[in-house]
């Protein structure tokens, strides 16, 4: 079946810098969109950053444009996440999700969603 799991999260120094990891199982990655998601706690989940399927383009949310890079390796069905220069405000649950649209931020354009992982940027 369709799986999507990260990890990677943990308590992160501000400044500091982690890597997510979402690893895809039960499809094929390279026919899907891959999106990153964060929800904070009394907050709508947000989109962070995503990356299509077969041009590879990039979309990141203003919020972390310039500080999170996403890339994919398909033959190891795995998306990442580099968060660096990370702040407080980035404390949050990160989800990985997979879609057929490119570069949407719109979550119920996601149809399956990992369980998440937690980054708390904390010192």
């Known amino acids: 079946q369709v799986q999507l799991v990260e990890s990677g999260g943990g308590l992160v120094q501000p400044g500091g810098s982690r890597r997510l990891s979402c690893a895809a199982s039960?499809?094929?990655?390279?026919?899907?969109?891959i999106g990153w998601f964060r929800q904070a706690p009394g907050k709508e989940r947000e989109g962070v950053s995503c990356i299509s399927s077969s041009t590879r383009s990039t979309y990141y949310a203003d919020s972390v444009k310039g500080r999170f890079t996403i890339s994919r390796d398909n033959t190891s069905n795995t998306v990442y996440l580099q968060m660096s220069s990370l702040k407080p405000e980035d404390t949050a649950v990160y989800y990985c999700a997979r879609s057929l649209w490119t570069g949407s931020f719109r979550p119920e354009r996601y149809d399956h969603w990992g369980q998440g992982t937690q980054v708390t940027v904390s010192s």
């Open positions: 039960g499809f094929t990655l390279d026919d899907y969109a």
